[in-house]
């Protein structure tokens, strides 16, 4: 495949010359004064830009100078027909020229110099890209590190199961308690097993999270249940959606932790916005379960929905790590299903998970919705006030 270079001349039949005798090599891009030659590099990197020293508005060493802040990589080749010092070193104090080539030029040299150019240029670009590895490397085993020592204190810490036996049983006749202790055992239960998924990944042991058939409407009653506790997630304004009713083959503490952390993002993307909503959904759509969580927030850019993926990206600055989004994306293909994202700038964001379904006969709703409803109202011993059960459903 053929690379592109770019020529920068003021002399018309200069730039004929120079593309005629390499055209069937490079794909030659040419530009007759600096400002235009900076107008091509925003528009597509080059390996090489040659350019003539002696042009007018802009000379070449001008060019090359602002190309070394703006285009670091690029490889700058200086023309001239002068053999003047004071130039060339200024060149080379500016602009930081890969090579001087004195006029008139030989094609084999030329060719040489170029094909030498792309070299560096490709190896500064795997440098760079090792780097960052690196980095980013290097940063994962600093979180291991972390992680190791956070889970060894957690694990000191969770000590609480025989107060909330003593609560079941001196208490068994206050329905209260009764609910708020079986709340408190089924988060004693989740911080347990993501402890110790936290200290085997430490020790290297990849042992793969259990699957096992999963009615979501209860996975989702559970998870609406333990955030309503949370103060800082505004559960006033979540709806749920049930289409329908379906079974997939899930680690029920793993879908919860995609679920929290998609929901926690949307309510961060709406906390600005008095009339800001989240809706949790669940439908079937062929063999699929389509589980989404929407919000009417604040959206993305499509340059920063790219990388919304990518380790360590966060648009929440010191509040985020930018690990929650690679981690849901990692957990949601460990259950066979996809994610993908839909947003725009104001228009808020649409998380869309697909995951297979588990054919099961699908029983009515009202139950679960009787059941969700009472669970939604606040105990009376516990002053929760400004709470109110999600009420936007949509029963089949």
């Known amino acids: 495949m053929k690379r592109d270079i770019l020529y920068v001349d003021d002399e018309r039949d200069n730039l004929i010359v120079f593309e005629a ?3 069937d090599t490079f794909r030659v891009h040419t530009a007759n004064n600096g400002r235009k030659a900076l107008e091509l590099l925003e528009e597509r990197p080059f390996p090489i830009v040659i350019a003539d020293q002696r042009m ?33 070193l200024e060149a080379i104090n500016q602009g930081q020229v890969y090579y001087f080539v004195k006029k008139p030029w030989e094609r084999p040299m030329m060719m040489s ?15 760079l890209a090792l780097t960052d590895r690196l980095v980013a490397v290097d940063r994962c085993a600093a979180l291991g590190r972390s ?91 979540v709806s ?13 503490v793993k879908l919860q ?10 309510a961060h993307a709406i906390r600005e916005r008095a009339e800001g909503r989240i809706a949790l959904a669940v439908e079937v759509e062929g063999p699929s379960v389509v589980l989404s969580v929407s919000d009417n927030g604040c959206g993305m850019a499509p340059e920063v929905a790219e990388r919304i993926w990518e380790p360590f990206f966060t648009t929440k600055g010191d509040e985020g790590t930018g690990l929650g989004l690679d981690i849901v994306k990692a957990i949601v293909e460990a259950h066979g299903g996809q994610i993908e994202c839909r947003t725009a700038p104001g ?21 679960d919705v009787e059941i969700f409803n009472s669970l939604a109202q606040p105990p009376a011993a516990v002053p929760y006030q400004g709470l109110v059960a999600p009420t936007a459903w949509k029963e089949t």
């Not at 228009?347 to 139950?367: D, H, M, Q, Y």
């Open 21 to 23: 005798a390499f055209e």
């Open 147 to 237: 992680a190791a020592r956070i889970a060894h204190e957690m694990g000191n810490q969770l000590c609480m199961l025989p107060l909330l036996e003593l609560i079941e049983e001196q208490y068994a006749g206050n329905a209260d308690l009764q609910q708020a202790a079986h709340i408190a055992r089924k988060t004693y239960d989740r911080l347990v097993q993501l402890v110790d998924e936290v200290k085997a990944f430490v020790r290297f042991e990849g042992e793969d999270a259990p699957l096992q058939k999963t009615r979501l409407s209860e996975a989702l009653h559970e998870l609406l249940e333990f955030l309503r506790f949370d103060g800082s997630f505004p559960y006033a304004r």
């Open 257 to 266: 932790q995609v679920l929290i952390n998609l929901l926690k993002n949307a």
């Open 56 to 88: 007018p508005l802009m000379t070449g060493a001008e060019l090359f100078e602002i190309m070394r802040v703006r285009y670091p990589h690029t490889k700058r080749v200086m023309l001239t027909g002068y053999a003047d010092p004071k130039s060339m």
């Open 240 to 252: 749920l959606e049930i289409a329908d009713d379906p079974f997939v083959r899930a680690n029920r």
């Open 113 to 127: 110099v170029m094909v030498r150019a792309i070299e560096a240029y490709d190896l500064s670009i795997a440098n």
């Open 347 to 367: 228009a808020g964001a649409r998380f869309i998970i697909r995951l297979p379904l588990v054919a099961e006969a699908n029983e009515s709703l009202a139950a």
